[in-house]
């Protein structure tokens, strides 16, 4: 007796020792519901929404990593087309400049053997030049070294008497054909 005395009257005895009193468990239920209802009411959109907002921008973050993925593989594959066009271009630059090289000598040669030919024309013609000079020279040098030889030689041989008759006989024939 004195157990149902003891836990009537002591306020932290309870009937069970699990569960609350009955009252507690009906307030408590329907103030959880309360919350519940407005947690639903007022809170759900806004989670609903942040999530899909989330779900949105991880969506476009995969979608733009996809199309950075897209771009960059176009890029690589341009990028090796462009090196396959590059090697290519490369040997036809190469071919071209050897063409340009080949005319290039052809031509220079040419240029050569032309300009040489001029050369040799004009050696020709200025050592026909010097030759018939030299000759000349030559010639006229004879003839004042023959003359001054002469008049030696005459005036060496000649005595007064005789210069004075050559003398008269040349002005006589000057005279005479006047």
């Given at each position: 007796?004195?157990?149902?005395?003891?836990?009537?009257?002591?306020?932290?005895?309870?009937?069970h020792w699990l569960l609350p009193e009955t009252a507690?468990?009906?307030y408590g239920g329907?103030?959880?519901?309360?919350?519940f209802s407005a947690?639903?009411?007022?809170?759900w959109p806004m989670i609903v929404k942040s999530m899909q907002a989330?779900?949105?921008?991880?969506?476009?973050?995969?979608?733009g990593a996809a199309a950075a993925r897209t771009k960059s593989e176009a890029d690589a594959t341009g990028i090796r087309r462009a090196l396959g066009d590059i090697d290519a271009e490369r040997r036809r630059i190469l071919a071209e400049a050897e063409t340009q090289a080949a005319a290039?000598?052809?031509d220079g040669r040419a240029r050569l053997v032309k300009e040489v030919a001029e050369l040799e024309a004009k050696a020709?013609?200025?050592?026909?030049?010097?030759?018939g000079r030299s000759g000349e020279e030559l010639r006229g040098e004879i003839v004042r070294l023959s003359s001054a030889a002469m008049a030696a030689s005459i005036v060496a041989s000649?005595?007064?008497?005789?210069?004075?008759?050559?003398?008269?006989?040349?002005?006589?024939?000057?005279?005479?054909?006047?």
């Amino acid at each position: 007796m004195s157990g149902v005395l003891f836990g009537a009257g002591d306020p932290s005895q309870t009937h069970h020792w699990l569960l609350p009193e009955t009252a507690e468990i009906i307030y408590g239920g329907i103030a959880s519901l309360i919350i519940f209802s407005a947690l639903y009411k007022f809170a759900w959109p806004m989670i609903v929404k942040s999530m899909q907002a989330r779900t949105a921008k991880i969506q476009k973050e995969l979608d733009g990593a996809a199309a950075a993925r897209t771009k960059s593989e176009a890029d690589a594959t341009g990028i090796r087309r462009a090196l396959g066009d590059i090697d290519a271009e490369r040997r036809r630059i190469l071919a071209e400049a050897e063409t340009q090289a080949a005319a290039i000598l052809v031509d220079g040669r040419a240029r050569l053997v032309k300009e040489v030919a001029e050369l040799e024309a004009k050696a020709e013609a200025d050592l026909a030049a010097a030759r018939g000079r030299s000759g000349e020279e030559l010639r006229g040098e004879i003839v004042r070294l023959s003359s001054a030889a002469m008049a030696a030689s005459i005036v060496a041989s000649l005595n007064d008497r005789a210069h004075q008759d050559l003398i008269e006989g040349f002005i006589n024939s000057v005279g005479a054909t006047k």
